[in-house]
C-alpha cells in the first residue's frame, strides 16, 4: 500500500451561487481512516461533503484520490472512482423495496455475480435488511433506514466513504449499532469521513480529527485528544477565531 494519502483536498473552496461557505478548507485521509470533521451548526461541514461527491462545483482548489486530481467530475464517476456519500438524512428511495434499493447503490458497477454476492454479504451483516427486503424502504424505522444507508452506500464497493450525521434522530442503542459498523467497515479497508454535530461521539470513534468554524478548519489533530480540548468546545461556544496546529 502507498505511503501517500488515499484522499487529498487542497485549499478547498466551494459553496452555492456566489456565497462560498468553505473556504481554502485543506487535509489528508490515509487509508483505513475515520476522520471526524466537527463543528457547530452551519459552518460547512455538509458542504464539503457535497462538494467532495460532485454534487456542489468546486470554485478552487482541487482533490486528489490515490494522487490523481479528480476535482470538478460529476457524482457518477466520483462513486465509479471510488467515493460514496451517505446523506444526512438517509434519502432512501422511500416507494422503492429494500433490495431494490441496494441495487441503487451498485448502479455504477458491472457484473451481477459479484452485486449478488454482495448482497448476500449485506443480508448477512444486517439481517433485518434481509428480512424486510421486499418491504418499500419509506416503511422502515429511522434506524432501519440508516442501516438502509449505509449499505446502499457499500454496494459500490467505495474506497471512502462521506458520512453526514448518522447519528441524527436515531435512539441511543441504534447510534451504537451504527457506529460499531463505521468500525468494521474501517477494518475492512474503507476509509471514513465522518460529519457529526455529536462532537464526543465523533471523537470517541475517530483516528483523526478535523474542527471547522466559519467555513475554515481552526483545529486539527489526534482525536482522543481533541476530545479532551478545551479549544473545541470553545468552537461551538463561537470563541475560536483562527486556526490552530
Not at 478548519?217 to 481533541?226: F, K, N, Q, R, W
Request: no cysteine; hydrophobic share 45%; proline share 4%.
Amino acid at each position: 500500500m502507498s505511503d501517500r494519502p488515499l484522499l487529498e483536498v487542497e485549499e478547498l473552496v466551494t459553496g452555492y451561487g456566489e456565497l462560498r461557505i468553505v473556504r481554502g478548507v485543506s487535509f489528508a485521509l490515509a487509508h483505513d481512516e475515520i476522520l471526524a470533521v466537527v463543528g457547530a451548526n452551519g459552518v460547512g461541514k455538509t458542504t464539503l461533503l457535497n462538494a467532495l461527491v460532485g454534487q456542489l462545483p468546486i470554485v478552487s482548489g482541487r482533490v486528489l484520490l490515490d494522487g490523481v486530481p479528480v476535482s470538478g467530475q460529476s457524482s457518477h464517476r466520483l462513486v465509479r472512482g471510488g467515493i460514496a456519500l451517505v446523506p444526512e438524512g438517509r434519502r432512501v428511495f422511500a416507494s422503492l423495496t429494500v433490495e431494490d434499493n441496494l441495487l441503487v447503490g451498485a448502479h455504477t458497477r458491472r457484473g451481477r455475480q459479484q452485486i449478488v454476492a454482495d448482497l448476500a454479504t449485506w443480508y448477512e451483516t444486517f439481517p433485518t435488511l434481509e428480512r424486510l427486503r421486499n418491504r418499500p424502504a419509506g416503511a422502515l424505522s429511522g434506524g432501519e433506514q440508516q442501516m438502509l444507508a449505509l449499505a446502499r452506500a457499500l454496494m459500490s464497493r467505495p474506497r471512502v466513504l462521506l458520512l453526514d450525521e448518522p447519528s441524527l434522530g436515531l435512539a441511543p442503542k441504534i447510534i451504537a449499532d451504527v457506529f460499531e459498523f463505521i468500525g468494521r467497515v474501517r477494518e475492512q479497508g474503507t476509509a471514513v469521513v465522518l460529519v457529526e454535530q455529536n462532537a464526543r461521539l465523533a471523537l470517541e470513534r475517530a483516528d483523526r480529527a478535523i474542527v471547522m468554524q466559519r467555513g475554515q478548519i481552526v483545529i486539527e489533530g489526534v482525536a482522543s485528544e481533541l476530545a479532551h480540548d478545551e479549544r473545541v468546545r470553545d468552537v461551538y461556544l463561537g470563541r475560536v477565531a483562527g486556526r490552530t496546529a
